[in-house]
């Protein structure tokens, strides 16, 4: 998924935002927790969240900067495979109490398993709608011009 805009604002200033993570995390927290995998000063950010990761690019245009998003998500993963369940015969009787069947008290039945808690996956983020809400946030103000 990709999406470009080109913002009103500095390559300084818009590197500002994109190369520290506490300021990465707060515009793509809905990945996960963010870590930058990598940098090119200036003009490229590779990150990694837990739900997907990405680029962020920045390039001089004439009256802004032209800021390219790409986001990778990960293939869903499959559901384990249920183990075979084991079946445990009861050991036989030896030598002649195995005539005896009326003596014997009847076998108490197997306790069920318990079932194995599974985490339902997390909903689908639409990535398309994110990025779009971070070129917004990246191209808004972030202060109150002449405020005293």
């Given amino acids: 998924m990709e999406a470009k805009r080109t913002l009103v604002k500095s390559p300084p200033e818009l590197w500002a935002e994109v190369s520290d993570v506490a300021a990465l995390a707060k515009h793509l927290g809905e990945f996960g927790e963010i870590r930058i995998t990598r940098t090119e000063p200036e003009t490229v950010v590779e990150w990694e969240g837990d739900r997907a990761?990405?680029?962020?690019?920045?390039e001089p245009s004439g009256w802004g900067t032209?800021?390219?998003?790409?986001?990778?998500e990960p293939p869903p993963a499959e559901p384990p495979e249920p183990e075979p369940a084991v079946v445990v015969a009861p050991p036989r009787p030896r030598g002649l109490a195995r005539f005896a069947w009326w003596r014997r008290a009847?076998?108490?039945p197997p306790e069920p398993e318990p079932e194995p808690v599974v985490e339902p996956p997390p909903p689908a983020l639409d990535a398309a709608a994110v990025l779009d809400g971070v070129l917004d946030s990246l191209g808004s103000a972030h202060h109150r011009p002449f405020s005293r």
């Fill in 66 to 72: 032209k800021v390219m998003l790409t986001v990778e």
């Fill in 53 to 58: 990761s990405g680029t962020v690019r920045l």
């Fill in 106 to 108: 009847p076998a108490p």
